[in-house]
């Protein structure tokens, strides 16, 4: 999973596959969102989730929080080699209009 | 659709120079951000603003000044740029509903 000052992960998967990445947050958030980030661009959110929602999906994708434990999950089922990208969790710690980001998780699909 | 710009896209200085980056965004978003973005951290934010003339701190503001002239325009200047500032940075604003898009980045390197 990802967060703070943790190396950047790693994850290397077969096109067609499914893939889960993981995020911890350390304080309270209204908000978990998901970012991916292509070889040479900016990040470009990809799902929102509430901290009144458990779950959240948009095609593909499907997004899980648990605030209890203070975690989320995103999930990306039969993944496509156009998947390749490092996705980053952030949240907002109940700052209005701040976001801290977890340090990432490379995703590399073989087509 | 949002639309964030920065520029330059790429500058080399030596240390101690004076550097200005500087991005646009034409979305009326009321707030925007500068962040570094280094191998193995994520998205760190050094500096953002909720509104012309406001600047608000980040987490790694050391060594960075911000100014926020217009809503539409966000600058970061390093006064005496040092090696461990090279690095990628991005721009971003922010909709009403927390949703952040970033520029295409910036990468700066420092000799």
């Known amino acids: 999973s990802q967060w703070g000052e943790e190396n950047l992960q790693a994850l290397s998967i077969q096109e067609g596959e499914d893939v889960t990445m993981n995020c911890s947050y350390k304080?309270?958030?209204?908000?978990v969102q998901w970012y991916r980030q292509k070889s040479g661009k900016g990040p470009a959110l990809i799902i929102l989730?509430?901290?009144?929602?458990r779950e959240k999906r948009s095609g593909r994708l499907r997004a899980t929080l648990d605030t209890s434990s203070q975690s989320s999950s995103l999930s990306i089922t039969g993944t496509l080699a156009t998947d390749t990208a490092v996705y980053f969790c952030?949240?907002?710690?109940?700052?209005?209009?701040?976001?801290?980001f977890g340090s990432g998780t490379r995703l590399q699909v073989y087509a | 659709e949002a639309a964030v710009t920065q520029s330059p896209r790429n500058k080399v200085t030596v240390t101690g120079g004076n550097v200005t980056l500087s991005c646009r965004q034409t979305n009326s978003h009321n707030y925007m951000y500068w962040y570094r973005q280094d191998t193995g951290h994520g998205l760190r934010l050094i500096h953002y603003s909720y509104g012309a003339g406001n600047l608000q701190i980040g987490d790694v503001p050391d060594g960075y000044k911000a100014t926020r002239t217009t809503q539409e325009d966000f600058f970061l200047l390093l006064e005496l740029a040092s090696p461990s500032q090279t690095s990628l940075y991005f721009c971003?604003?922010?909709?009403?509903?927390?949703?952040?898009?970033f520029g295409p980045g910036t990468r700066l390197t420092v000799l």
């Open positions: 304080t309270y958030t209204t908000v």
């Open positions: 971003a604003s922010r909709d009403r509903y927390a949703e952040q898009f």
């Open positions: 952030a949240t907002d710690a109940g700052v209005v209009g701040q976001l801290t």
């Open positions: 989730i509430r901290s009144n929602e």
